[in-house]
T-cell receptor, first 109, second 116 residues
């Protein structure tokens, strides 16, 4: 079955710096790669997703890149702000959506 | 538009007790899911449903049961609560068309369940 690995498990950055979170997947048939943000005690919320027919997608300060050959995809957050502090989960699909174990991002003012 | 609503928000159970976690959505989504999230971990799929009357097992179905009598409701039943079921439970839904795995999922606020 699909296996999704996510790195790093924790990430600390200074406000204004960029943050990058990377995920790898095992099933070459996967075609949908969402990213969720989860604040403490809250529900996961979709922030961006990408499908296998594109290599990059941007939404303001957030971008996701996909390398199908290498089977990895990454989340890029530019000009980080304290409110970006949260746990971020990547996911990849086969017949079901499989989640990574999460990255705790801390943005220090 | 309430989205996905879960009740209760918190519950403490004794070992061996049973309970039902409620989930309802008002977006007319065909697909619904139940996940559990253990501390510091990602989401594990328990059960899912592609429409009223149809349910399927996910990654970790043991100890749980579900039903889907209407499009709106997807309750999760714990029959004999065990300490290993202490977790936060999230219900989610996603629209059709697409498959169960390639559409954005909308999550409820979760139910924090402790088994003592």
């Amino acid at each position: 079955g699909e296996n999704v690995e996510q790195h790093p498990s924790t990430l600390s950055v200074q406000e204004g710096d960029s943050a990058v979170i990377k995920c790898t997947y095992s099933d070459s048939a996967s075609n949908y790669f969402p990213w969720y943000k989860q604040e403490l005690g809250k529900r996961p919320q979709l922030i961006i997703d990408i499908r296998s027919n594109v290599g990059e997608k941007k939404d303001q300060r957030i971008a996701v890149t996909l390398n199908k050959t290498a089977k990895h995809f990454s989340l890029h957050i530019t000009e980080t702000q304290p409110e970006d502090s949260a746990v971020y989960f990547c996911a990849a699909n086969t017949d079901k959506l499989i989640f990574g174990t999460g990255t705790r991002l801390q943005v220090f003012p | 538009n309430a989205g996905v609503t879960q009740t209760p928000k918190f519950r403490i159970l004794k070992i061996g007790q049973s309970m039902t976690l409620q989930c309802t959505q008002d977006m007319n989504h065909n697909y619904m899911y139940w996940y559990r999230q253990d501390p510091g971990m990602g989401l594990k799929l328990i059960y899912y449903s592609v429409g009223a009357g149809i349910t399927d097992k996910g990654e970790v179905p043991n100890g749980y049961n579900v039903s889907r009598s209407t499009t709106e409701d997807f309750p999760l039943r714990l029959e004999l609560a065990a300490p290993s079921q202490t977790s936060v439970y999230f219900c989610a839904s996603s629209p059709y068309p697409g498959t169960t795995s390639n559409q954005p999922q909308h999550f409820g606020d979760g139910t924090r369940l402790s088994i003592l």
